[in-house]
């Protein structure tokens, strides 16, 4: 049996890459099967929590957060989303990672990064902030700006695992093994051994319908500092947001 590595939640925007993630760490490569089932990044394709195991790695995957999901959500639905979303994350961690794609940082990236800061409070010291899709040139370039934006997180990454293109697989497997072994090294270096329980971890049936609740609140909440400016990308975080908007604050 491998070594334990770690134990890894991935949460982020829709076709941020973070079932890719997945394929790198748990199986190694992005060779068919897939482990984790990948994405065009235009529509969520990840739909409910899964853990996969291997390599010494122990990841959950999440659904992608921030694409309109089609019809209406009612009360009950949003917050039984939210309830099942918290059940499954609710865990000790070696890393909680907010995964974004190079270059997308905007209203919708926010909302969704407070709304992982509300769910994992308590395990802010092992929060890392990963960037996709990008290179070391862009990462260093721009992380002054970025550890601004993320003035609450202490560890960013980057990585670039592009999907398999038959014409370009001779220079690109190698370069995704290379990328791949960087992030574990990387990642063992940042926590090794300090995990974090976030306070999820030691909340019963009742609590974690009351922070269900709080967080549906606080989305709205922020929805509503916005304005519709968030609303014109459709944004949907976990449920049609314009429906949220209306349960907890009574609409624009
Ligand atoms: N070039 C490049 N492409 C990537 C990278 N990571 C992901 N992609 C591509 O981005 C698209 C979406 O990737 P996924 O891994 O499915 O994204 P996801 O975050 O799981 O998306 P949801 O399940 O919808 O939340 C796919 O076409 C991937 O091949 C990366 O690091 N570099
Ligand atoms: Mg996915």
Redo the contacts with the bound molecule.
């Keep these: 049996m491998a070594v334990e590595k770690g134990r890894i939640v991935l949460v982020?925007?829709?076709?941020?890459?973070?079932?890719?993630?997945v394929n790198m760490l748990v199986k190694g490569d992005l060779t068919l099967p897939h482990l984790?089932?990948?994405?065009?990044?235009l529509?969520?394709?990840?739909k409910t929590c899964e853990t996969f195991v291997g390599r010494g790695w122990t990841v959950i995957?999440t659904?992608?957060f921030g694409?309109p999901d089609t019809g209406s959500v009612s009360n009950t639905s949003a917050q039984k989303l939210v309830i099942d979303f918290l059940k499954n994350v609710k865990g000790r961690y070696s890393h909680i990672i907010f995964?974004i794609e190079k270059g997308r940082c905007d209203l919708v990236t926010e909302i969704i990064w407070n709304t992982f800061r509300q769910i994992f409070k308590g395990g802010e010291k092992n929060f890392v902030v990963l960037y996709?899709?990008t290179d070391d040139e862009w990462f260093q370039e721009n992380l002054e700006e970025i550890k601004k934006e993320f003035p609450d997180c202490k560890q960013f990454l980057y990585?670039?695992?592009?999907?398999i293109d038959p014409e370009l697989e001779e220079e690109n497997s190698e370069s995704r093994m290379s990328e791949r072994d960087r992030l574990e090294s990387e990642l063992t270096r940042m926590f090794e051994g300090s995990w974090v329980e976030p306070d999820i971890f030691r909340m019963g049936d009742a609590e974690i319908e009351k922070k269900a609740e709080n967080i549906l609140e606080y989305i709205a909440k922020l929805i509503k500092k916005y304005g519709r400016t968030a609303l014109q990308n459709s944004v949907t975080i976990f449920v049609a947001v314009v429906e949220l908007v209306n349960i907890f604050a009574g609409g624009f």
């Excluded at 984790?36 to 990044?41: D, K, L, S, T």
């Design positions: 982020g925007r829709t076709g941020a890459g973070k079932s890719t993630l984790a089932v990948m994405g065009n990044g529509h969520g394709t990840t995957d659904m992608g694409e995964v996709t899709k990585v670039d695992f592009p999907e």
